[in-house]
T-cell receptor, first 119, second 112 residues
């Protein structure tokens, strides 16, 4: 089945530094990838939608200069949290959709997430 | 304003019995609904989905029911097994916009 790999699974960084999270689709070409963030006991909140070869579309309230998204190829999207602060500590999850119609039998596939802790 | 609501943060069920997880939505543009299962420190795993043209979809022990007039869907798991213990997220999307809107999740605990 389709697999989405996310790396790293866990990262601790100091306040003010930047962190890059990678999301790869391993056996399919992902034209669209989505980045979510989940705070404890909260739902997954969509941060941005990235389309291969074009600029990401950010949800309201998400700072595009802070959360840089790059989707340079059909199998890789990256999320860079720039100048991280403790309030950015969260669980970040990517998901991917392949080419073709988002059909009844083609749900999004999720990576295993990245636990970011900013000290 | 939450467009997808899971009003029960947790549910505890005995092994072998039925688990019923509920989800309500407010956006009438939603036409595709999914349930995801999530273990701690892992990403969600797709479980089952339903299109708005149907009112029921069944896959093994899992059945999803959709009541469009009430804007309500439910996931039935029968018989429940201890391995089903996880957080279950309801999600919805609408039109050609493939973005998913998630509920807050319900923690299901199946006791042996």
């Amino acid at each position: 089945g389709a697999v989405v790999s996310q790396h790293p699974s866990r990262v601790i960084c100091k306040s003010g530094t930047s962190v890059k999270i990678e999301c790869r689709s391993l056996d399919f070409q992902a034209t669209t990838m989505f980045w979510y963030r989940q705070f404890p006991k909260q739902s997954l909140m969509l941060m941005a939608t990235s389309n291969e070869g074009s600029k990401a579309t950010y949800e309201q309230g998400v700072e595009k200069d802070k959360f840089l998204i790059n989707h340079a190829s059909l199998t890789l999207s990256t999320l860079t949290v720039t100048s991280a602060h403790p309030e950015d500590s969260s669980f970040y999850i990517c998901s991917a959709r392949g080419q073709g119609v988002f059909s009844y039998n083609s749900p999004l596939h999720f990576g295993n997430g990245t636990r970011l802790t900013v000290t | 304003d939450q467009q997808v609501k899971q009003n029960s943060p947790s549910l505890s069920v005995q092994e072998g019995r039925i688990s019923i997880l509920n989800c309500d939505y407010t956006n009438s543009m939603f036409d595709y609904f999914l349930w995801y299962k999530k273990y701690p420190a892992e990403g969600p795993t797709f479980l089952i989905s339903i299109s708005s043209i149907k009112d029921k979809n069944e896959d093994g022990r899992f059945t999803v029911f959709l009541n469009k007039s009430a804007k309500h869907l439910s996931l039935h798991i029968v018989p429940s097994q201890p391995g089903d213990s996880a957080v279950y997220f309801c999600a919805a999307s609408g039109g050609s916009n493939y973005k998913l809107t998630f509920g807050k999740g319900t923690l299901l605990t199946v006791n042996p």
